[in-house]
Nanobody, 119 residues
C-alpha cells in the first residue's frame, strides 16, 4: 500500500511562487507514474501535470505550461510541483496521485493541499 502526503501549499500573491511536495511511502515508487491534479470550488478535478514512471517524461495542462514544473526524486520517494507566476485562477486544492505500472487508473491519492493566490 502506498501513502501520499502533500505539503507546501499556502497563500501567495499573484506573480509569486510555491513548491508543492508529495512524499510517498511504500515500495516501487520509481516505477509509478505520478501526477498533480487540482480542484477549485465548484469545479471538477483537473489534471495539471503528469510524470511518466516509464521514461520520466512530463506533460502539462495548457493552463500551466511554461509556469509549472513537475519533477521527482526517486531516492527520496518524493514528487514536486514548482509553481511560478501564479495567477488568481490557480487557486485550488492540489492533489498528487500515483499510478502503478500497467494500471489504467490512479491507484493512490494524497489528501490535498490548499493553494490560494491573492490578486
Amino acid at each position: 500500500q502506498v501513502r501520499l502526503v502533500e505539503s507546501g501549499g499556502g497563500l501567495v500573491q499573484a506573480g509569486g511562487s510555491l513548491r508543492l511536495s508529495c512524499a510517498a511511502s511504500g515500495p516501487s515508487f520509481s516505477t509509478y507514474t505520478m501526477a498533480w491534479f487540482r480542484q477549485a470550488p465548484g469545479k471538477e478535478r483537473d489534471l495539471v501535470a503528469v510524470m511518466s514512471g516509464r521514461d520520466g517524461s512530463t506533460a502539462y495542462a495548457d493552463s500551466v505550461r511554461g509556469r509549472f514544473t513537475a519533477s521527482r526524486d526517486n531516492a527520496k520517494n518524493t514528487g514536486y510541483l514548482q509553481m511560478n507566476s501564479l495567477k488568481f485562477e490557480d487557486t485550488a486544492v492540489y492533489y498528487c496521485a500515483a499510478q502503478e505500472a500497467e494500471s489504467r487508473r490512479w491507484n493512490y491519492w494524497g489528501q490535498g493541499t490548499q493553494v490560494t493566490v491573492s490578486s
